[in-house]
């Protein structure tokens, strides 16, 4: 079992920047895969980034590449999603998500087991 908790979520101004942490409890950090995903009001949870067990391979939805950085310290058991240059649209709970599966690039939530409570991050015009 692994037990998430988001912190860093809050009110922003367009342009401004955040950064996300997710620290897990439970078992082994370093044998999960992590990932960020977000859900607005009526959408479905869209992926956002992912990262691999040793942090070597990342991957992003198109709309926040070049704006949002995952990174993740195995020591502090902890992911991170720096996120800059926000826009209004990025207006979402984002949630922290572990899976233990060996693949990487995992873009679908059914590809996660475990997941935090969620983050409200809102972007103001």
């Known amino acids: 079992q692994v037990q998430l908790v988001e912190s860093g979520g809050g009110l922003v101004q367009a342009g401004g920047s955040l950064r996300l942490s997710c620290t897990a409890s439970?078992?082994?950090?370093?044998?999960?895969?992590m990932g960020w995903f977000r859900q607005a009001p009526g959408k479905e949870r869209e992926f956002v980034a992912t990262i691999s067990q040793s942090g070597a391979y990342t991957r992003y939805v198109d709309s926040v590449k070049g704006r949002f950085t995952i990174s993740r310290d195995n020591a502090k058991k902890t992911v991170y999603l720096q996120m800059n240059s926000l826009k209004p649209e990025d207006t979402a709970v984002y949630y922290c998500a572990a899976g233990d599966n060996s693949a990487v690039g995992n873009v679908f939530p059914n590809e996660y087991g475990y997941w935090g409570q969620g983050t409200q991050v809102t972007v103001s015009s």
């Open positions: 439970g078992r082994t950090f370093s044998n999960y895969h």
